[in-house]
């Protein structure tokens, strides 16, 4: 015959669980930081979409750039003055002045200062110079 003992397991007669009180503590600790993470990712949006519409303007100014260098000399897009341009959300200005590089009284570059700005608040503006020589 085989001698079996049955222990049986006696709950600790001071185990309680845990208070209401304890319960909201973690849940206002769980609420806070489900809050910072929502408020870390609505910035996390926000600075992507800053950064996107800065290189889409960065790219707008660069072809812009390319386009007039290639241009002649003499083109009317560069006339001294102030010239725009709209391509959807983004307004491109160059603005093109005749200086005097070498000193010797006669115009012969001209300085092409483009910008491009967002009709987004958030949207930083882009400005690019380029000195266009007369050869």
């Known amino acids: 015959m085989c001698n079996r003992q049955t222990t049986r397991f006696q709950p600790l007669a001071d185990v309680q669980g845990f208070t209401f009180i304890e319960l909201l503590i973690v849940l206002a600790i769980f609420a806070i930081a489900v809050l910072a993470v929502a408020a870390m990712q609505v910035t996390s949006i926000n600075t992507n979409a800053s950064a996107r519409m800065s290189g889409e303007a960065s790219t707008l100014a660069a072809n812009q750039v390319e386009a007039l260098m290639v241009l002649p000399y003499d083109d009317g897009n560069l006339d001294p003055g102030a010239h725009e341009a709209t ?49």
């Open 87 to 135: 391509d959807g959300a983004y307004t491109v200005n160059w603005n093109v002045t005749e200086i005097d590089i070498d000193g010797d009284g006669t115009n012969d570059s001209k300085t092409i200062v483009v910008r491009v700005q967002c009709a987004n608040r958030n949207a930083r503006d882009v400005s690019i110079q380029y000195i266009k020589p007369e050869v």
